[in-house]
C-alpha cells in the first residue's frame, strides 16, 4: 500500500534562514512526488514534483526537493524562507502502476511558520 | 487558463438532507478526482474518473456517497441522508491522462451538516 508521512506537524524558521519540510514514502513500484501548498481557505496549489531524472528537483517560488530513493524520502527546502511561505505543505505520492494508478496519497500536512 | 473551479464555495446543510457538489475540470482534462480533507482525516481520497474507463469508486466512505460525469466533463459528487461526519471540505482535481501528470485542484466546497 502507498503510504506518506510528514513527521512534524510545525515547523518554524526566520525570515532569511533555509527552510526544510520532511516526507518519506511508502509505495509500490516507482514512485511520483509530488508537494503541495496550502493557504488559508484556498485549494491546493502545485510547487514541483519528482518522475523521474535528477534527484533535485525545482519548482515554483524558490522550492526545491531532493528524492532520496534509499532514504525513501522527499524533502521540500528553500535557502532563504520569506514571511509569505507560511502556509500548510502536503507532500503526496503516486504509485506508477496497479489498481491505484489514480490517486495521490497524501501526509498529514506540515504547518510552515517564518516569523520575521 | 481557466483553472478548476467547484461550486457551490460553502454549503450549510441539515442532517438528513441530500447535497450535490459540482465540479468544472480544466478544459481537456480526461482526468478528473474527487478528494476530501477534514481535520481528523488529512487528505482522503474518493473517486477518479479516467476517460470513458469505469470510475475508481474505491475511496467513497458509504453507499450514501456517488459520484458522475457527465460527457466526460462536468462532475458532480452527490451526498444521500447528510450525516455531520460528512462535514469537510471537497476538493476536486483534474490532470491530462498520463499517471505521472500533475493533477491541479480546484478551492474546494466547504460542507457543513447541521
Known amino acids: 500500500a502507498q503510504s506518506v508521512a510528514q513527521p512534524e506537524d510545525q515547523v518554524n524558521v526566520a525570515e532569511g534562514n533555509p527552510l526544510t519540510v520532511k516526507c518519506t514514502y511508502s509505495?509500490?513500484?516507482?514512485?511520483?512526488l509530488f508537494w503541495y501548498v496550502q493557504y488559508p481557505n484556498r485549494g491546493l496549489q502545485f510547487l514541483l514534483k519528482?518522475?523521474?531524472?535528477?534527484?533535485l528537483v525545482k519548482g515554483s517560488y524558490g522550492f526545491e526537493a531532493e528524492f532520496n530513493k534509499s532514504q525513501t524520502s522527499f524533502h521540500l527546502k528553500k535557502p532563504s524562507a520569506l514571511v509569505s511561505d507560511s502556509a500548510l505543505y502536503f507532500c503526496?505520492?503516486?504509485?506508477?502502476?496497479?489498481?491505484?494508478?489514480?490517486?495521490?496519497?497524501f501526509g498529514r500536512g506540515t504547518q510552515l511558520t517564518v516569523w520575521p | 487558463g481557466a483553472g478548476v473551479s467547484q461550486s457551490p464555495s460553502n454549503k450549510v446543510t441539515e442532517k438528513g438532507k441530500d447535497v450535490e457538489l459540482r465540479c468544472d475540470p480544466i478544459?481537456?482534462?480526461?482526468?478528473l478526482y474527487w478528494y476530501r480533507q477534514s481535520l481528523g482525516q488529512g487528505l482522503e481520497f474518493l473517486i477518479y474518473f479516467q476517460g470513458n474507463s469505469a470510475p475508481d469508486k474505491s475511496g467513497l466512505p458509504s453507499d450514501r456517497f456517488s459520484a458522475e460525469r457527465t460527457g466526460g466533463s462536468v462532475s458532480t459528487l452527490t451526498i444521500q441522508r447528510t450525516q455531520q461526519e460528512d462535514s469537510a471540505v471537497y476538493l476536486c482535481?483534474?490532470?491530462?491522462?498520463?499517471?505521472?501528470?500533475?493533477?491541479?485542484f480546484g478551492p474546494g466546497t466547504r460542507l457543513t451538516v447541521l
Open positions: 509505495v509500490s513500484g516507482n514512485p511520483y
Open positions: 519528482y518522475i523521474t531524472g535528477d534527484n
Open positions: 478544459s481537456g482534462h480526461t482526468a
Open positions: 482535481a483534474s490532470s491530462p491522462d498520463r499517471a505521472a501528470d500533475t493533477q491541479y
Open positions: 503526496a505520492v503516486r504509485a506508477d502502476r496497479g489498481s491505484t494508478l489514480g490517486r495521490l496519497y
